[in-house]
C-alpha cells in the first residue's frame, strides 16, 4: 500500500486565493483526519471523518475553513480566501479505528500565504 | 484548553546516553496513549503505544511508562543513537474521545555524536 498520499507537498499562494489541499487515505480506513501543525500550537485536529461523514469540526478556526469528503478514498481541505497566519504544514491522517493501530500520516502539504 | 502537554519543547542528549521525554494530560477518560515521532519534510510516524492497563510497555530500545495517578507518561530511549534525532509527539485518546487522538505540542530531540 502506498499509504496515505497528500497532494501538493508544497504550496506558496498569495493571499486572498483560494487554496485546496487533497488526500487519499489508506485503502479500507474508514476514519480521516485533517491536523495542522504549528511552531505555536503543535498539531491540532482540524476536522476527522468516520465512513466519509463529518463527525468533529470543532478545530476548523473559522468559516474560511471547509472540508469534504466525497467518497472513501478522497478528501479535500479548502482555504478561502487565504490569509498569512495560515501558513503551516496541514497533515492528513487515516485510520482503522479502535484503541490498537494509531493514525497512519501523509506526508504533508506545507503551505504558505504571502 | 490543552489536554495533552509536552512541556519541554526540546532536549539533547549525547549518544549512547538515555533521553526521557514527558508527557502529561488531564482528561481522565483517556484510556490508551501514544508516541509519534516526526523527522523533518515527513509525517509523523507510530512508534510505540501503552493501554491504562498497563503501566509499562517495551519495545525494543524504547520504552513506555505510564503513570495513571499522575496522569503522567514518559518515553525512554536507550540507548540514544544520532538516527533518533527528531521531533517526538505524544497523542492520548479513548473514553469519551472516540477515535480521536489528541497530540501534545512535540518534543525535539537531539542526540549529539
Keep these: 500500500d502506498a499509504g496515505v498520499i497528500q497532494s501538493p507537498r508544497?504550496?506558496?499562494?498569495?493571499?486572498?486565493?483560494?487554496?485546496?489541499?487533497?488526500c487519499k487515505p489508506i485503502s479500507g480506513h474508514n476514519s480521516l483526519?485533517?491536523?495542522?501543525?504549528?511552531m505555536m500550537r503543535g498539531l491540532e485536529l482540524l476536522i476527522y471523518f468516520n465512513n466519509n461523514v463529518p463527525i468533529d469540526d470543532s478545530g476548523m478556526p473559522e468559516d474560511r475553513f471547509s472540508a469534504k469528503m466525497p467518497n472513501a478514498s478522497f478528501s479535500t481541505l479548502k482555504i478561502q480566501p487565504s490569509e498569512p497566519r495560515d501558513s503551516a504544514v496541514y497533515f492528513c491522517a487515516s485510520s482503522l479505528g479502535g484503541q490498537a493501530y494509531g493514525y497512519t500520516f501523509g506526508s504533508g502539504t506545507r503551505l504558505t500565504v504571502v | 484548553d490543552q489536554q495533552v502537554k509536552q512541556n519541554s519543547p526540546s532536549l539533547s542528549v549525547q549518544e549512547g546516553r538515555i533521553s526521557i521525554l514527558n508527557c502529561d494530560y488531564t482528561n481522565s477518560m483517556f484510556d490508551y496513549f501514544l508516541w509519534y515521532k516526526k523527522y523533518p519534510a515527513e509525517g509523523p510516524t507510530f512508534l510505540i503505544s501503552i493501554s491504562s492497563i498497563k503501566d509499562k510497555n517495551e519495545d525494543g530500545r524504547f520504552t513506555v511508562f505510564l503513570n495513571k495517578s499522575a496522569k503522567h507518561l514518559s518515553l525512554?530511549?536507550?540507548?540514544?543513537?544520532?538516527?533518533?534525532?527528531?521531533v517526538y509527539f505524544c497523542a492520548a485518546g479513548g473514553g469519551n474521545a472516540g477515535n480521536m487522538l489528541t497530540f501534545g505540542g512535540g518534543t525535539r530531540l537531539?542526540?549529539?555524536p
Design chain 1, 10 to 22: 508544497h504550496e506558496v499562494t498569495e493571499m486572498g486565493q483560494e487554496v485546496t489541499l487533497r
Design chain 1, 33 to 38: 483526519f485533517w491536523y495542522r501543525q504549528t
Design chain 2, 76 to 86: 525512554h530511549i536507550v540507548p540514544s543513537q544520532p538516527g533518533d534525532s527528531a
Design chain 2, 110 to 112: 537531539m542526540v549529539k
